[in-house]
Nanobody
Framework: QVQLVESGGGLVQPGGSLRLSCAASRNILRLYAVGWYRQAPGKERELVATISSGGQTNYADSVKGRFTISRDNAQNTVYLQMNSVKPEDMAVYYC?????????WGQGTQVTVSS
């Protein structure tokens, strides 16, 4: 079993920046495709960004040009750099790691956007 732990959430002003981190309990994250998802109150969970084991990235249209997903295999961590944050980015952000039938989720980290 693998535990994923997200961190870095908090309060950010509109236009500000925040960096989320996703760390795994075992040194296997480099093998997995990792995604960041978010869920706002009353809404379904949606994909924000993904990064393959080879480093290929994919973004939701709503965050393209503002968010960057990256991975540091030496640190067994995947990051989500959030720039030019908007009120509609406020949500609980979840990390997901997938490899074949293995599918792991973190507990989420809250991002609050407010001035």
């Amino acid at each position: 079993q693998v535990q994923l732990v997200e961190s870095g959430g908090g309060l950010v002003q509109p236009g500000g920046s925040l960096r989320l981190s996703c760390a795994a309990s075992r040194n296997i994250l480099r093998l997995y495709a990792v995604g960041w998802y978010r869920q706002a109150p009353g809404k379904e969970r949606e994909l924000v960004a993904t990064i393959s084991s080879g480093g290929q990235t994919n973004y939701a249209d709503s965050v393209k040009g503002r968010f960057t997903i990256s991975r540091d295999n030496a640190q067994n961590t995947v990051y989500l750099q959030m720039n030019s944050v908007k009120p509609e980015d406020m949500a609980v952000y979840y990390c997901n790691a997938k490899l074949y039938d293995n599918d792991y989720w973190g507990q989420g980290t809250q991002v609050t956007v407010s001035s």
